[in-house]
């Protein structure tokens, strides 16, 4: 019963739900297995920040399941949960450079999909850990440059059109 009803919280987006059913199991390895990376990853999904911070305060080892679902977050570019699970991490650097099963880090999933906001999110992170604050400014290479040269073609063509216009009027 507790299960379903937990993953029914979840689904329905109701903390006050989740945290009677949590507040009702007493043994904490109970509650461990009810919340398991499965659970957490269903939070993100649906990104109810209640439901994480329930999960935070009532697993009994919080750490062994951040990775996992930190890599989650990246994945559905749930920044803010991502910065949730940062803030509750005790050792952040280890939780950035973490890597799924295949070896990726987060940072190669977020440039491998184009997740801008997660690469640069990623790499703001990084450089907090690294000491330094100043931001980071991605640039689309694949966007051209203003031509002066074309802007000034641009204008003789209006100009030719509107000289066109006053001819046939």
Not at 5 to 23: K, R, T, Y
Not at 64 to 79: M, N, P, R, T, W
Not at 119 to 140: A, C, T
Not at 156 to 168: A, G, M, Y
Request: glycine letters at 2%.
């Amino acid at each position: 019963f507790e299960s379903q009803g937990f993953s029914v919280s979840i689904a329905q987006d109701n903390p006050q739900c989740a945290d009677m059913i949590l507040n009702h199991i007493k043994n904490k390895e109970d509650k461990d297995r009810l919340i398991d990376i499965d659970a957490f990853k269903s939070a993100i999904n649906i990104a109810s920040t209640k439901i994480v911070d329930l999960i935070f305060k009532h697993h009994s080892d919080i750490e062994s399941l951040l990775g996992e679902a930190f890599i989650h977050c990246i994945d559905k570019s749930k920044i803010e949960i991502a910065q949730q699970l940062l803030n509750k991490a005790k050792d952040k650097k280890q939780l950035l450079n973490r890597s799924d099963r295949s070896g990726y880090t987060v940072l190669m999933k977020a440039a491998k999909h184009k997740k801008e906001d997660c690469l640069l999110f990623i790499l703001q992170e990084l450089k907090k850990e690294q000491g330094d604050d100043s931001e980071i400014i991605i640039v689309d290479s694949d966007k051209k440059e203003d031509d002066p040269e074309e802007d000034g073609k641009d204008e003789e063509k209006d100009i030719d059109n509107q000289q066109e216009q006053e001819r046939v009027h």
